[in-house]
């Protein structure tokens, strides 16, 4: 079922390796021009435009845009009481792992007079987005949202796309998850009007403010990507994110069993998806290929799996040895990264690139998806290799304060002038001297 290339016995360069590796492609400048005019529709008619889009999108039209709040709690209060322990379990471990991050205000004495505070401010207002295409996603609406309260952002709208199996709103557990947090504002919206909307607020159709936000972040399919690179610079985003992608670092003490589950588990999401198999064991290949072959047949999305894994995205990669197979996948940067070796610990240490890494037989990539307290927002297409997944920094901005007292600016002024007139900007030394004339320095 998947595709094998083999470089046993040979290693090329990075960039080369680049071209050789399985990759969904996804060509975001291909559909601006049909996002273009929805962002322009919504700019100029605001939520008439969204209602619009909506209907012909989603195959609904809503009332309005903004969920009314008791619509929340009584989702919330008819939630499975399963599902209920789940999240509630998700939303304490992901608090837990993402307090620590909270960066704290540092003041460094650069001279004496003279020093530089970095303070870290929270973004004002926040727009988290949460998926509703072939799956439902209030694991996303936690891992928006918690990382953005436990940095102070004071001010969070979630949106979702309506959909009328559910008279227009966005999908129940979806709603139940945003009360659960205590978000009392979530927005019927999605796809490339969502993130406009979120972009340049509108009146809803009640009168009432729906006010633009400083950042968007979430995963979305396509168009939601095209939307914010084209929004980019008049709202901060995350990311550009693409399908999603699995790879798995194993040798020949893997559980042929585990790799096909979890290859199985990320093909689960998308025809798009990647998986992909990193080996020096030629009977591992083989076993997991057999394991695919039985356990696609028998869950539940078998063709959407089955699309994905025999996908030019997905595939298996043949390599000499474990240090050789650590050379392909920090090449590749995958979202998820599985490492499944002898002395994975070791291993897990040696990776420079990957969104996050799965260490062992005990930490599959559907744990990270809900409850290991992880962020499962992550970098794709290689962007991992110098992008991170969301965290509590994305919604902190740093913010430096410079404080130097008239000793401390004199003594430091002619260092000044020189480096300005060395770069042909007297103004920029005269700045300093004009503070200094009719005083000897």
């Not at 991050?101 to 727009?127: L, M, N, S, Y």
């Not at 999401?269 to 992909?276: C, I, M, N, P, R």
Request: net charge negative; glycine share 10%; hydrophobic share 45%.
């Amino acid at each position: 079922m998947l595709g094998r290339t083999d470089l046993r016995g040979r290693l090329p360069g990075p960039a080369t390796l680049r071209g050789m590796l399985p990759r969904a492609e996804v060509d975001v400048d291909a559909v601006a021009h049909q996002v273009a005019p929805v962002i322009d529709a919504v700019r100029d008619r605001g939520v008439a435009a969204v209602l619009d889009f909506a209907e012909r999108f989603d195959g609904v039209r809503p009332g309005g845009v903004r969920v009314p709040a008791d619509a929340l709690r009584t989702e919330l209060e008819q939630l499975d009481p399963t599902v209920r322990a789940a999240l509630e379990e998700s939303i304490a471990r992901v608090r837990r792992a993402h307090a620590d991050q909270r960066r704290t205000e540092t003041v460094t004495q650069v001279v004496a007079g003279g020093t530089v505070t970095q303070r870290w401010i929270p973004v004002a207002r926040v727009g988290l987005y949460a998926p509703g295409g072939l799956a439902v996603y209030p694991s996303t609406v936690v891992m928006n949202v918690v990382p953005a309260q436990v940095a102070g952002v004071a001010s969070l709208v979630v949106c979702s796309p309506p959909q009328a199996a559910h008279g227009g709103r966005p999908h129940p557990t979806v709603l139940a998850a945003a009360a659960l947090l205590g978000v009392d504002e979530v927005w019927a919206v999605g796809g490339a009007q969502a993130i406009a909307l979120l972009a340049y607020g509108g009146t809803d159709t009640d009168g009432a403010a729906l006010d633009p936000v400083d950042l968007v972040t979430g995963p979305g399919n396509i168009y939601v990507t095209a939307a914010k690179r084209a929004l980019r610079g008049m709202i901060g985003i995350d990311a550009e994110a693409g399908p999603t992608e699995i790879a798995i670092l194993a040798d020949g003490s893997a559980d042929p069993v585990h790799v096909a589950a979890d290859l199985i588990s990320q093909a689960e999401h998308d025809t798009l998806a990647a998986s992909v198999l990193v080996t020096d064991s030629v009977a591992l290949a083989d076993a997991v290929d057999a394991e695919l072959d039985r356990q696609v047949a028998v869950t539940k999305h078998t063709e959407r799996i089955r699309t994905a894994l025999s996908g030019r995205q997905s595939g298996c990669i043949l390599v000499s040895d474990v240090a050789a197979g650590l050379s392909v996948v920090d090449a590749y940067a995958a979202e998820h990264l599985e490492i499944q070796t002898a002395d994975a610990a070791a291993v897990a240490r040696r990776v420079r690139n990957a969104g996050a890494i799965f260490v062992g037989p005990y930490a599959p990539v559907s744990l990270g998806d809900y409850c290991a307290g992880s962020n499962h927002v992550l970098p794709t297409g290689g962007c991992a290799r110098h992008s991170s997944g969301l965290s509590v920094q994305t919604f902190l901005r740093g913010v430096q304060l410079i404080e130097y007292d008239s000793d401390a600016l004199v003594k430091v002024a002619d260092h000044v002038v020189a480096l300005a007139e060395a770069e042909d900007l007297p103004a920029h030394g005269q700045a300093i001297t004009a503070r200094f004339r009719g005083t000897s320095q």
